[in-house]
């Protein structure tokens, strides 16, 4: 049953859609989630704003709002592991963890280089290819300025750039597969995201150590968690402002 209330207490307060989404600083089409499907309710965060902004209490536009107990209990379940660093991580792990896929299959990075040359975790892409799941690699647009700070942070300076460069000429055979799409980003990357349907791993970005030294968490979707699609939705964001390539070589603009 759509939130009839959420959609009222819109329409009262004279403001469309667009506006309710620019105050709020999430898409129109969230907004539409939010009244049409109740299965995919804001973040808390962003329920005390709508409801600050419509000004109406948060109970009455969402009766069933959680409380701070319920929400954290939640969050709890939704971790699965944590490791304290990437290098401890099994190697197995990614591919495995792909390998259950079916609605998405999601790869955040800067350059992810390590897993370029995992060849199990290329024979999972091109099963999920063959299968018709949709694939999505987002790397870092190697001439950007978010690459350089990255490269300077690590200490390792231009060779952030070349590593995304070479990251891409061996994911080569992997351009041109049914249902797989390459994109460049440039935005600030706090961690590294890798999604399979509702399980994830989360590497954290510290400053001044490479993500192999920094923590990952493994995720899962629970019922009224709001870790993992706080995650997922970051990963929207930058999929929805990166830049599409056809070919490891199609850098062009800042990555040229």
């Excluded at 929207?236 to 990166?242: H, I, L, N, T």
């Amino acid at each position: 049953m759509a939130n009839e209330r959420l959609r009222g207490a819109i329409v009262a307060s004279g403001m469309t859609l667009d506006q309710v989404a620019e105050q709020l600083g999430v898409s129109a089409k969230t907004v539409e989630r939010w009244i049409n499907d109740p299965k995919r309710q804001p973040y808390r965060r962003f329920k005390y704003a709508t409801a600050s902004l419509l000004q109406r209490e948060v109970s009455y536009l969402w009766p069933e709002e959680q409380t701070a107990a319920e929400v954290t209990e939640a969050g709890n379940a939704e971790l699965v592991r944590l490791y304290p660093h990437r290098s401890v991580v099994p190697n197995r792990l990614w591919p495995q963890l792909y390998a259950g896929a079916t609605r998405h299959f999601d790869v955040l990075v800067y350059s992810g280089f390590w897993l370029t040359e995992d060849a199990a975790f290329h024979q999972v892409v091109k099963e999920k290819s063959s299968a018709g799941v949709p694939v999505r690699f987002m790397l870092g647009d190697p001439g950007s300025a978010a690459v350089a700070v990255r490269g300077a942070d690590e200490g390792i300076g231009g060779a952030m750039g070349s590593k995304i460069r070479n990251a891409l000429v061996n994911y080569a055979p992997l351009f041109g597969l049914p249902g797989v799409e390459f994109r460049l980003h440039s935005t600030t990357l706090y961690n590294s995201i890798y999604r399979a349907d509702d399980e994830m791993l989360a590497n954290g970005h510290l400053y001044g150590v490479g993500a192999y030294l920094a923590p990952v968490l493994h995720l899962q979707r629970v019922p009224g968690g709001e870790l993992f699609d706080a995650y997922a939705e970051s990963v929207e964001r930058v999929w929805e402002s990166a830049r599409p390539i056809s070919s490891p070589f199609d850098l062009g603009g800042a990555g040229s």
